[in-house]
């Protein structure tokens, strides 16, 4: 089939849907025709950056849609909860989507978002962008060749931040499961979907434990003030907002994100307004958060396999960190450089997949993932063709369902069954 330059509408002009739409303006490999973002100026930016008229700048993906099928395909980067809704009519359109993870905040609305795209006969591809770096095709590829013989146990931390986690998940849009999600979903189910990807299977029976520990009233400071503005403890509390936030300024990367959640504004003042007025100036021990701040998951593969997953507010702010324990090797990886170790010989080699330069975990761009897809996404429209897309709406089902399985069963304080028990693979 012939190749054509595919026309994308994006619902949601925050820092997901500018950077997707940023990488396919830079390419040239789509056209970015129309945006829907309720913010105005982010939406005027929105529209200038792309050379887009007045009546291709919507409110809302609901006046978006209203318009018709204005694109081959959509990118929606909307808030959590206006995930389902905005897909499913999208899809009914007929237009191909490109879904900001997660797909859904519940089971129900991500069987609906899965029925629809498949009624309609359009691809779906969630952003499950950790699937797109050289470093995990790389592990992924040491595992499926037998590098380490069978695996048969994984350990993986996720060490979100103490100042990323304050952010997003104490003061910013993710902190309360009734509006998003539980942290396991709304940060975590990039981690959950990773592991299958590189095991190669769906866990079958998963545990869980974890709370919200630390980020309470109780553990307020003596003295500790409302907002970190008024505090007189502010200077030697970790998560000082000001602090944070301030030594931003300067740094263009740091500018776009975390800052720019707080404020457009690129000055002093601009930021110690936003911290008086607004959510991240909040003492994080006074906030309404109810997410957990650390949590660990324990799955068992229908291949006996198992694997303890943690995820931790109390850490620097840094890439993944995986052990995979084979019968006959090992190996381990910190999201740059995989170190194997072969049990026959006792060497060792480092594999380094290499990464784009400037890349990293805290650039905003997830070492470049998020650029390969948005590259994939465009190849998969102007070619008719879902195969450069890592995942379909079938596998994030998947991996979504063991996220609820594995909350269930912290709530519960049970073992829950995840996936039928038919091995991927002979069990051992």
């Known amino acids: 089939m012939q190749e054509t330059v595919p026309a994308i509408a994006v619902a949601g ?64 980067a909307t808030q959590d909860a206006e995930h389902a809704e905005p897909a499913i009519r999208f899809a009914g359109l007929g237009c191909h989507i490109l ?73 910013g849009n993710w902190r309360r499961s009734d ?71 300067g740094d263009p990367a740091r500018e776009a994100w975390p800052l720019g959640a707080v404020t457009d504004e690129r000055t002093e003042a601009g930021v110690l307004r936003a911290l008086r007025e607004g959510p991240y100036g909040r003492c994080v021990y006074a906030c309404d958060n109810d997410v957990v ?40 990886g910190d999201g740059v450089r995989i170190t194997v170790r072969d049990f026959v010989t006792g060497g060792t080699e480092i594999v380094d997949p290499g990464a784009a330069p400037g890349g990293g975990a805290f650039d905003g761009r997830h070492d470049h993932a998020d650029d390969a897809l948005a590259d994939a996404f465009t190849a998969a429209l102007a070619g008719g063709d879902p195969a450069p897309l890592s995942s379909g709406p079938r596998e994030s089902l998947a991996s979504h369902r063991v996220v609820w399985a594995a909350e269930r069963a912290r709530l519960n304080g049970t073992v829950v069954e995840a996936a039928p028990q038919s091995p991927a693979r002979k069990a051992r």
């Open 99 to 171: 879904l900001e993870k997660p797909m859904a905040t519940s089971e129900a609305d991500a069987l609906r978002i899965v029925d629809a795209v498949e009624r309609a006969g359009v691809m779906l591809a969630v952003c499950h962008v950790l699937r797109y770096t050289a470093y995990t095709r790389a592990l992924r590829a040491l595992i499926a060749d037998g590098r380490i013989g069978a695996p048969v146990g994984v350990q993986h931390l996720e060490p979100v931040g103490w100042w990323h986690h304050a952010h997003s998940y104490v003061r």
């Open 13 to 76: 002009a925050g820092l997901r849907g500018r950077a997707y739409a940023a990488r396919i303006r830079a390419t040239g490999a789509g056209r970015i025709v129309a945006v829907a973002e309720p913010d105005p100026v982010r939406r005027a930016r929105f529209a200038a950056e792309h050379g887009l008229p007045p009546k291709r700048a919507f409110p809302g993906w609901r006046e978006m849609a209203a318009a018709g099928r204005l694109a081959d395909g959509v990118i929606i």
């Open 179 to 249: 509006e998003s999600g539980p942290m396991l979903m709304t940060k975590s189910c990039h981690d959950v979907d990773w592991l299958i990807h590189v095991m190669g299977e769906v866990p079958a029976r998963v545990s869980s434990f974890g709370r919200l520990s630390h980020f309470r009233p109780e553990n307020r400071p003596p003295g500790a003030g409302a907002r970190c503005v008024d505090c007189a403890v502010e200077a030697r509390c970790p998560y000082s907002a000001p602090r944070l936030y301030l030594s931003c300024l």
């Open 293 to 332: 701040d650390h949590q660990v998951v324990n799955m068992e593969f229908p291949s006996g396999a198992t694997c303890v997953f943690t995820m931790t507010a109390f850490s620097p702010a840094a890439p993944r960190q995986t052990r995979v324990f084979g019968t006959s090797g090992c190996l381990e």
